[in-house]
DNA sequence: CCCTTCCTGACACTTGGTGTCAATATCGCG
DNA sequence: CGCGATATTGACACCAAGTGTCAGGAAGGG
């Protein structure tokens, strides 16, 4: 059962070393600080060089916000799962669903969360983290506009854009007043109240944008 | 008239530099990109050591992006003198006509729109641009919060970043949509579009969140 | 004219990140 | 087991963005 692997041994190993480098980077960023901690730092702390540090992440940046890049293909894999004449603001609340699991699991939570906390107290990480989040909307954007019109998505309407947005922005809403609460209530609820207070109008683009 | 001046020379002198440093190095970017333009190239172009470059601007990309600072404030000005009962999603609209006269202005708009480019099509510029914007938004979130309900601000209470958030997502989405388009329809248009598909629903906030 | 103050350039240094190359470890195969 | 191909690694040199320091020079006031 150990052949014909579909991860190979190398990429295994490869992981591993990440998962080592993580580990390693988070005592010291909680001992000292992100921006106090050099890579050098880093590197010898799990045993390697400068350079072999970089050949496990593209930069240091990337060691803390990478993973939020598997986000991107499950929110995109997650609101395809869901029917196509579902309103769309129902199927993008669905959609964090994913986010939630998360959230949810006690074990994971812990390390995830002091992660979080460097990333929003260090603006350079935050603002890349940000940046991550507009790329997964891009994803997104194309899928809400098929929905919305079923001919192509015309890059000049800007309601796909607009919805993606709000509810993104619903989200980012919900998880900062979930952190400033004293966690007694589930996140969800909090995603629904956020989502709850915008409505789409359906009957809108009377403004006209004769295309 | 030149004494008691409420802009002393000394800090006439600086901006000036500062508009000289930033015409030389947008010619620069735009002749060979952002990245492959060093402090150096920019600090010799304009007679400068690099050293003093960075006396007149903190980091390379603040060259680019400082600008926007100044939104900050002019939003928050603007949202304040809107009528206090006014529903907030038409006072952020209005407040967003301050962003119009920007874009209006013929000649302004060549210099301002070459950089904007610059921004985003480059990630790192990008990523700090929507930082900073999220700085103005957590300017807002507390007069926005005040509007609402009259008591102070209710850090877990997430519908005050919700609507922020979602009305600058829908400028976000009206400026790519008016940057894709031929420009024959005004901006306001757009953003008259993109705001008319989300309406705040003012009885939300039964999803119990007992405080 | 001198004295103070600010501005500037030169220099050295740190840190993130990359290219190169030789040494070494690993893997597949006979 | 041994051998050649391939991948991984560390050492070194290098570049660019910033920052601290300091001495010299320009501007301004008396």
Chains 1, 2 share one sequence.
Not at 16 to 33: H, I, K, N, P
Not at 64 to 73: E, Q, S, T
Not at 157 to 172: E, K, L, T
Request: proline share 4%; net charge negative; with cysteine.
């Amino acid at each position: 059962m150990s052949d014909t692997n579909p991860v190979p041994i190398r990429e295994r190993t490869r992981r591993l070393a990440q998962t080592e480098l993580t580990a390693v980077a988070q005592d010291l960023f909680a001992a000292q600080g992100y921006d106090n901690t050099t890579v050098d730092q880093i590197a010898a702390a799990a045993g390697m060089s400068k350079r072999t540090f970089f050949r496990y992440f593209p930069s240091k940046d990337d060691l803390v916000i990478g993973k939020y890049d598997l986000f991107a293909d499950r929110m995109a894999e997650a609101l395809d799962a869901r029917p196509k004449n579902e309103p769309v603001w129902e199927s993008l609340r669905r959609m964090f669903d994913i986010t939630l699991d998360y959230v949810q699991d006690e074990h994971q939570r812990a390390r995830s969360e002091a992660m979080d906390a460097i990333v929003r107290s260090t603006p350079q990480l935050y603002a890349r983290y940000l940046e991550k989040m507009q790329r997964v909307q891009e994803l997104l954007i194309g899928r809400i506009a098929v929905r919305l019109n079923d001919d192509e998505h015309d890059p000049s309407d800007p309601r796909p854009a607009a919805i993606v947005g709000a509810a993104f922005a619903c989200m980012q809403a919900a998880r900062h007043a979930w952190f400033a609460s004293d966690r007694s209530e589930a996140f969800g609820s909090y995603l629904d109240d956020a989502m709850a207070t915008l409505k789409i109008d359906r009957a809108s683009r009377m403004t006209a944008i004769a295309t």
